[in-house]
């Protein structure tokens, strides 16, 4: 049987093509679906995303996790990570003269004593200044490891272990370079060259030969490179290791 056809007039004409063109070309139940599907799409993205930023532990590079507060009587550090907040006293007549924080890391350098704390941690870290000493005009921060430079030592300090390593330099020993990345540190002195990895505590050395020329030192995430006029010396904070390359 054939299609009926009924006639109309000019204007019925008009506003049934005009209701054909403007229609959506996706109808109400057909919507919903693809609603429902892109929905679908963006959640999984978005725990996809979630699972590859991970905890603040395997992180690069963090946001700042700890905020410092300096008050009449005490230094509080603010842990956004953990939750709650730790105190150190103040001591009579101590002046705050610096603070810094990254990552998972807050320094404080004061007129008497350098102070150090990690989201996490249980207590702040403090080292006195010794005879002679001057306070530092600050520190180097990485997202989990710091170094500060005395007059005749360097301290690192390690985010996940929340503690400090000493690098007491020799009496003819000069200090001729110091790098920090997020996971890894670097000191160069006349003598060796010195990594400070955030995975394990202490600087490991590697020894300079005499008449080595250093060209550059550099710190990534996680490794430090050292070039010198005879070879590439790497410093690895995964494992705390070193090794080279002859040129």
């Known amino acids: 049987m054939g299609r ?38 963006f959640l999984s993205a978005a725990s996809t995303a979630t699972a590859q ?15 410092v507060v ?21 001591r009579v007549g101590e002046d705050v003269l610096w603070t810094g924080t990254r990552g998972l890391l807050a320094v404080v350098i004061t007129d008497q004593r350098l102070l150090a704390v990690a989201t996490g941690a249980a207590s702040w870290q403090e ?9 530092p005009g600050g520190a ?13 030592r ?4 390690v985010g996940p272990a929340n503690r ?26 006349s003598r060796d ?4 990895s955030s995975s394990a505590g202490g600087f490991f050395p590697v020894g300079l030969q005499v008449r080595e020329d250093i060209e550059r030192v550099e710190a990534g995430s996680n490794v430090a490179t050292l070039h010198t006029d005879q070879r590439v010396l790497v410093f690895r904070s995964p494992t705390a290791t070193w090794s080279e390359r002859r040129n």
């Open 53 to 67: 930023l991970g905890s603040a532990g395997d992180r690069v590079p963090l946001g700042d996790l700890v905020e």
């Open 127 to 135: 080292v006195d200044y010794q005879r002679g000493e001057s306070p």
């Open 164 to 189: 400090f390593s000493e690098l007491r330099l020799g009496p003819h020993q000069r200090l001729r370079a110091t790098r920090v990345g997020a996971n890894v540190a670097v000191v160069v002195t």
């Open 140 to 152: 180097l921060l990485g997202d989990r490891v710091a170094l500060v430079t005395l007059r005749q």
């Open 154 to 157: 360097v301290l690192g300090f």
């Open 193 to 196: 060259a010195h990594g400070l």
């Open 70 to 90: 300096v008050l009449d009587d005490e230094i509080l550090a603010i842990d956004a990570e953990a939750g709650g907040t730790l105190a150190v006293s103040r």
């Open 4 to 41: 009926g056809i009924t006639r109309m007039g000019p204007r019925k004409a008009l506003a049934l093509a005009l209701r054909r063109r403007f229609a959506p070309s996706v109808t109400p139940r057909r919507t919903s679906t693809l609603a429902v599907l892109l929905g679908a799409c």
